[in-house]
């Protein structure tokens, strides 16, 4: 696939750090199946999405990313809190 | 709530407040934070004690980046602060990360101590977050009127399941006073005086009758509308919020979403293309947008184009088709243009002689998937926008799954 652009790739971190702060992402780091990280990461969109009752489309489109950049208390959204 | 539901084994908890934000006044961050107590203990059987030395159950602190635990802070914005659930050790903590720029103020140039902290002491309780908007355990920070701020029906269901209702009087926060134990406070603790000790003005549950039962056949409306996708029914202070995206309906109350409007509305229509919703309570109306309300409102209803004589409206509704609002007084209603933003010519008009079988007074009005539907007491009447006949009656809150 082409390079993401730069501002993408950063959006694509952010989210990346935002899910596994809140949503319990974790990025297999030695995943021998990329694709299988975008699944898992697009699900955990599609979590934060339900959660707050944006359009649930697996996307980091603007209002999700918008609602990832908002001030907020720390403790994730769901249970996996240890 | 968080995993097997932890919550404190007794009523009596006790905190400490363990350092201060330069942020504030060392009497305005202790004052945030009994307040925040106090919306808690307002609801449960829960007491709090502060404690001036040793171990308290929950500990209260400001720090910035790393301290001490495995959730660093991130400089400000992003986190504002977390607390873990009741248990022995971090148990019951709260971090309030010291980047951010704390205020007892409710404005958009730093965070009120007062909103984030009673958050964190929910948490600190064993209440996980809400998807719940305007919730208080709402994860995003929303800032809003604090003056009168009542805790939203969702977080005191969500306390009480945990701890039940209070007893007959509320439990005030009490301090230990003088201080419990003689051993030496930290510089950071020790207040430059000991704050004679406030008297806190309490902060009631709302006193208003309780909610309605969804599926009471007697149930009416005062106002209903539209709002971004959701459908909002008010009756006095309450609002039932029905969402495409969740199945069960949600329990508000107007203050949660509007604190100044807590009151209740007799009307309300929404022009969705302009993202806008009108409220109209007696002979004065509101436009908000989402939360916030557009300044310069309210407004006298008389600049819509209403004659004096027209003290308060019974319900509103908006045409998408012809980009008209209906407004309803009693037998009688007008049309109003939203394009030219005037009412039009040959009106008011009699209901009856143009709505099929809709011969009295309506109480509410909502447009949905292209129909009217007119509220009279516990009755809607649902009509075909166009021919603007009568295509059946049904009971007002057939829209709550009954």
């Known amino acids: 696939f082409p390079e993401v652009p730069d501002k993408e790739n950063e959006d694509m971190q952010f989210a990346k750090k935002y899910l596994e702060n809140f949503y319990d992402f974790k990025e297999e780091k030695n995943s021998l199946f990329k694709s299988k990280n975008l699944n898992h990461m697009t699900d955990k969109i599609r979590e934060m999405q339900s959660f707050f009752g944006l359009e649930v489309t697996g996307n980091l489109d603007r209002k999700t990313m918008d609602m990832m950049k908002q001030p907020r208390c720390g403790i994730p959204d769901v249970r996996s809190y240890s | ?402």
């Open chain 2, 1 to 402: 709530t968080f995993p097997q539901s932890p919550r404190w084994r007794r009523e009596d908890v006790t905190y400490r407040i363990l350092n201060y934000t330069p942020d504030m006044l060392q009497a305005d961050v202790e004052e945030a934070i009994a307040k925040a107590f106090q919306l808690w203990s307002s609801v449960t059987p829960l007491r709090f004690t502060r404690l001036y030395s040793g171990q308290a159950d929950i500990m209260i602190s400001f720090a910035n980046g790393f301290h001490g635990d495995f959730y660093s802070f991130d400089g400000p914005g992003g986190t504002l602060a977390h607390a873990y659930p009741p248990g022995n050790g971090i148990g019951g903590d709260a971090h309030f990360d010291e980047d951010e720029n704390w205020t007892k103020f409710a404005t958009s140039s730093g965070y009120n101590l007062f909103l984030v902290a009673a958050h964190e002491l929910g948490h600190s309780l064993g209440l996980g977050h809400s998807n719940v908007l305007g919730a208080l355990m709402y994860p995003i920070y929303m800032p809003q009127d604090i003056r009168s701020y009542r805790l939203p029906q969702d977080d005191i269901d969500g306390i009480q399941a945990l701890y039940g209702p209070p007893r007959e009087t509320p439990a005030l926060p009490t301090e230990a006073y003088p201080p419990q134990e003689t051993t030496e406070m930290t510089s950071a603790e020790t207040p430059t005086e000991m704050s004679p000790r406030e008297e806190p003005t309490e902060i009631t549950p709302s006193k208003t009758p309780t909610r309605p039962k969804d599926c009471d056949p007697h149930l009416t409306f005062d106002a209903i509308t539209t709002l971004r996708g959701e459908t909002l029914f008010f009756k006095g202070s309450y609002v039932w919020r029905k969402s495409p995206y969740f199945s069960d309906i949600e329990h508000d109350t107007i203050s949660s979403f509007w604190p100044s409007l807590a009151d209740g509305f007799d009307a309300a229509y929404e022009v969705d293309k302009r993202d806008r919703v009108l409220f109209f309570k007696d002979n004065k109306y509101w436009a908000v947008s989402g939360y916030s309300i557009e300044s310069g409102f309210p407004k006298p209803i008389q600049n819509l184009g209403f004659p004096t004589s027209v003290r308060k409206i019974d319900a509103a509704v908006y045409d998408q088709n012809t980009k008209k609002t209906y407004f309803f007084v009693g037998s009688i209603y007008w049309s109003f243009n939203e394009n030219t933003q005037s009412m039009e010519r040959g009106y008011p008009r009699k209901i009856a002689a143009d709505f099929q079988g809709i011969g009295h007074k309506v109480d509410a009005a909502l447009q949905k998937n292209g129909l009217f539907y007119f509220f009279h007491g516990s009755n809607q009447y649902e009509v075909d926008i166009k021919s603007k006949k009568l295509i059946r009656v049904l009971k007002s809150n057939s829209w709550f799954n009954c």
